[in-house]
């Protein structure tokens, strides 16, 4: 199945993970370039826009933007490759080789990342049990950790043009509007992965009523309130299970 956004996450694990083997300094900054623009969701980002990596992780999985994906991507493949002389596409491909190398680690036995956003591409897949190993892992890092569950969060922006940008949940944003009474008392983060018109997926962290968590990863709901609705049923399950009534 089609993981779909949900590779956001390996995207932020492996930036996180190459920032330390570089030992990046906190001032570091990543500088959008005009090879990074891409279609679809939280595009938001304009050539010579500078932001730290603790907010562009936050811009790749608040509103999931796919630019904020590339810029990642290639800022560290760049990094990998040990020259600025490739392309933007040669260092993209060098960070997304290393998210597959980061997934084998993990036993992700049935993944295969393409590219460092999600958008569709033949090839590019994953299951349940894999993306749950994937979260798992995540729940070690704070730069994801602070913001895959809020349902908004400021970033700053340097370069041309300075500004302030309150970025907005996809997730939450989307269930809102499909289901307007919809609530999450249990839900800690996580991450969608949509192709629009009909596969909805979700992997979240939540947690349980025996004050544990619960890692649920639902692939190929049809439409956005089934999506909702498939999540609750995980979570339920995971409370029954806790309890020992299944």
């Not at 030992?23 to 623009?37: A, R, T």
């Not at 704070?142 to 996809?170: E, H, M, N, Q, Y």
């Not at 979570?235 to 806790?242: G, P």
């Amino acid at each position: 199945m089609t993981p779909a956004s949900i590779v956001k996450l390996m995207t932020a694990v492996v930036a996180i993970e190459m920032a330390s083997n570089f030992q990046l300094p906190k001032s570091f900054k990543l500088e959008i370039v005009p090879e990074d623009d891409v279609e679809g969701s939280g595009r938001n980002l304009h050539a010579g826009d500078r932001l730290s990596l603790g907010d562009s992780i936050a811009n790749l999985l608040v509103p999931s933007s796919n630019v904020a994906a590339n810029l990642i991507a290639r800022t560290f493949g760049q990094m990998m490759l040990g020259s600025k002389t490739g392309t933007s596409h040669d260092a993209v491909q060098r960070f997304v080789a290393e998210m597959n190398t980061t997934a084998r680690n993990l036993g992700m036995t049935k993944s295969q990342f393409l590219n460092p956003h999600g958008l569709a591409v033949r090839g590019q897949r994953s299951t349940a049990r894999d993306l749950s190993l994937l979260v798992k892992k995540c729940l070690i890092y704070g730069p994801i950790t602070r913001v895959w569950g809020t349902k908004a969060f400021a970033i700053g922006i340097t370069g041309p043009v300075p500004r302030r940008l309150v970025l907005k949940s996809a997730f939450h944003s989307s269930t809102r509007r499909a289901v307007p009474e919809f609530s999450l008392p249990q839900y800690l983060g996580g991450k969608t992965g949509t192709l629009w018109p009909a596969i909805f997926n979700l992997a979240s962290v939540s947690a349980t009523k025996s004050g544990g968590i619960c890692v649920s990863v639902s692939l190929g709901s049809p439409t956005v309130e089934e999506r909702y609705h498939d999540y609750l049923k995980l979570v339920d399950l995971s409370n029954e299970l806790a309890r020992g009534t299944v």
